[in-house]
């Protein structure tokens, strides 16, 4: 089968899967050259001081459809992706009295009542 292939078109396939591999060298050369230099850029950013306090949680209120009217659902962290799009925001008072008297639920999954202090 090769002696049907002649030798110059041999060749030229080598050479033109060559430049291929060589491509591909240099592209991964640039990568890694982008990922070191970004790596040090990174090392030589001062970090954050470590007496700067962590932002207090906020919590917020979800509210379904019952009736065609929106009523409270479940009390949720301010970061909480389960709480949805229909919600309100709550002080820390408001967010205790919903859950200590006004009986509405704590979501099972961020645990607003753990940050509030309820058991």
């Known amino acids: 089968m090769s002696d049907k292939v002649p ?8 050479r033109e899967w060559l430049a291929w591999q060589l491509r591909r ?8 050259e982008r990922q070191e230099a ?5 090392a030589r950013t001062p970090p954050l001081p470590a007496s700067a306090p962590a932002p207090a949680p906020g ?18 962290t301010s970061d ?9 925001p709550l ?4 967010a205790l009295r919903a859950l ?3 009986g509405i639920s704590a979501c099972p999954y961020c645990r607003p009542d753990n940050d509030l202090g309820v058991l």
Not at 67 to 74: I, L, M, Y
Not at 91 to 94: C, G, K, M, V
Request: charged share 35%.
């Open 7 to 14: 030798r110059l078109d041999r060749l030229r396939s080598v």
């Open 25 to 32: 060298t240099d592209d991964t050369i640039a990568e890694l």
């Open 80 to 88: 909480c992706g389960m709480a949805g799009k229909n919600t309100r």
């Open 59 to 76: 919590w917020k209120l979800a509210l379904r459809r019952a009736g065609g009217r929106p009523a409270p659902d479940a009390v949720h």
């Open 100 to 102: 200590t008297e006004d």
């Open 38 to 42: 970004a790596a040090a850029r990174a």
């Open 91 to 94: 002080p820390r008072e408001q």
